[in-house]
């Protein structure tokens, strides 16, 4: 009985952040008043390094975030929702950013947009770094993709500063992050 009371004590002592792991409350993800995290990416090559914060410090857009290059939805539903929408000239900057590797997204956005008429640039995100920094990676497709992959979201981001977030709830659907939706 004597051990009792000063591990109660201990236990009660602990800080909020150690009890907060035995709870199921769903982690954080970008929101409205978040900047766009100052990371390298790249366009069409290894050697071709971006920064979207950079990009988006004078201006506004949006960034389009899939799941992967070349996947079903991604390829013939959600990114063609964009480069055939009425308003995309008007839309400021925009990226598509995918966890895979620079030659992929090149290949990918010549499938897609040949001719690069749209303006909408391919950036890839080799790492994950870009979309964990964001809080909008899953591990569910672990099995599928290999590892970390982006959910599907789009956010619309003014002078460095994300103004809308538009995060699919179940990670890959298309229920909120549709141009018709989301430039609307």
């Not at 950079?54 to 964009?82: L, M, N, Q, R």
């Not at 391919?122 to 993709?145: R, S």
């Amino acid at each position: 009985m004597a051990f009792r009371l000063p591990l109660r004590r201990i236990a009660l002592a602990r800080p909020a952040t150690v009890a907060r792991g035995f709870h199921s409350t769903p982690r954080a993800l970008v929101k409205v008043g978040d900047e766009v995290p100052s990371l390298e990416l790249f366009e069409k090559s290894a050697a071709s390094k971006i920064n979207l914060a950079d990009e988006f410090k004078k201006g506004d857009g949006y960034i389009v975030g899939v799941p992967g290059a070349f996947s079903g939805t991604c390829s013939g539903t959600h990114v063609p929702s964009y480069i055939n929408h009425p308003d995309i000239k008007t839309a400021g900057q925009v990226f598509v950013v995918s966890v895979n590797d620079p030659f992929v997204m090149k290949a990918w956005a010549d499938q897609l947009d040949p001719a690069g008429e749209t303006g909408i640039r391919f950036v890839a995100d080799p790492t994950a770094e870009f979309t964990k920094a964001l809080e909008l990676g899953f591990d569910d497709a672990a099995p599928l993709f290999g590892g970390t992959r982006s959910k599907r979201y789009a956010l619309k981001v003014k002078d460095g500063k994300v103004t809308a977030a538009f995060v699919e709830p179940d990670n890959t659907g298309t229920s909120v992050s549709m141009a018709d939706k989301v430039l609307s």
